[in-house]
């Protein structure tokens, strides 16, 4: 059964989340420039979130564009070092 939400004698929007299975899907590459003054390294850390991957999947995972870093099928082609810059990495 599903219910109409009603907010000040209007219908609302639900708001039960993203639901990945209607959506098409495809594999892409990302290309990005960064500079990486503020953050420890490309790769993710287990140590610590203040990395360019960890920062890149938040945002990925915050706008819906991914469901999760496990289901996103990723891979790396490089990486750089604490406080190093990028540009046009892939």
Do not use: P
Request: charged residues 20%; glycine residues 8%.
């Amino acid at each position: 059964m599903k219910v109409a939400l009603v907010q000040m004698g209007k219908k609302v929007k639900d708001k039960g989340g993203f639901n990945f299975a209607v959506h098409s899907t495809r594999q892409i590459a990302l290309q990005i420039s960064y500079v990486g003054w503020d953050f420890k390294g490309f790769a993710s850390q287990e140590t610590t979130e203040e990395t360019i991957e960890g920062h890149l999947f938040n945002a990925l995972t915050k706008t819906c564009l991914i469901k999760s870093r496990n289901t996103a099928h990723y891979s790396r082609c490089a990486r750089t070092d604490k406080g190093v810059s990028a540009l046009g990495q892939v």
